[in-house]
């Protein structure tokens, strides 16, 4: 089996686990919805709008930091102004994990997912390997408004095929992020 093909079968097995996770938790609801934009690689401009499922647990790390978790899927679109540009779409599913500290509104978020692109090049120079990527975030934000109905917050983003298949040049994503709290 080719690394491709490994790499599509434990992305698959691995999103039916998550996905599986998702449905053992009480709370099927829909939490909050986002909305990204930002810019990378090779003059890449990027949206993305997002759905998110809080986990609804919450686990303390110490007197003063406290942990929280939610599944977030989106729907993405990022095109390049590179020589042989190429506008990609992209569909992925993130378990992402939030530190704050006590009850502040601010907050730190990373997470590691899976997404699903249109093509696997998006630009003559910029060549992913394969259209299954992992999709990694590292972010800090704040919640705004009356019972933190809003965020404002910066997330990094990587794009990458982990080396399962050549080339990986990846692309790197720097995104505002303005999300609804429901």
């Not at 401009?45 to 930091?65: C, F, G, I, P, T």
């Not at 899976?114 to 003559?124: G, I, M, P, Q, V």
Request: glycine content about 12%.
């Amino acid at each position: 089996m080719n690394q491709a093909a490994l790499f599509a079968r434990i992305t698959l097995a691995t999103m039916a686990m998550l996905l599986g996770l998702c449905l053992s938790f009480p709370s099927h609801a829909i939490s909050g919805a986002s909305i990204q934009v930002g810019y990378g690689d090779e003059h890449t401009q990027a949206a993305q709008v997002s759905l998110r499922w809080d986990w609804n647990k919450y686990w303390s790390l110490s007197e003063k930091w406290n942990v929280s978790g939610f599944w977030e899927g989106g729907l993405g679109y990022m095109q390049s102004d590179g020589v042989g540009e190429r506008n990609i779409w992209d569909v992925g599913f993130t378990p992402v994990l939030r530190l704050r500290p006590g009850i502040s509104r601010f907050y730190l978020e990373g997470g590691i997912g899976a997404r699903y692109l249109s093509d696997k090049c998006l630009t003559n120079c910029r060549q992913l390997g394969s259209k299954l990527l992992f999709s990694d975030i590292l972010g800090f934000g704040w919640n705004l408004g009356e019972k933190d109905r809003y965020e404002l917050g910066y997330r990094f983003q990587h794009y990458s095929n982990a080396q399962l298949a050549d080339p990986n040049d990846g692309v790197n994503l720097h995104m505002i992020r303005l999300g609804f709290n429901y």
